[in-house]
């Protein structure tokens, strides 16, 4: 008889795989968010009188 309770280890590989997936596209994203604030923070203090917001 075989025991049908909890996950398999494929299923545990592959939720793995879709929440390291996640993690990956979410640290590129902020990466670039981070990046461009960084970079627009520069050109304001560089830029003097300028309307910076």
């Known amino acids: 008889m075989r025991k049908t309770d909890g996950g ?7 939720i793995l795989a879709i929440l390291g997936t996640g ?12 990046a461009t604030a960084t970079n627009e923070a520069g050109v304001c203090i560089e830029t003097s009188g300028s309307s910076c917001s």
């Open 23 to 34: 993690l990956v596209l979410a640290a590129l994203l902020l990466g670039d968010v981070a």
């Open 8 to 14: 398999s280890n494929a299923e545990y590989a592959l």
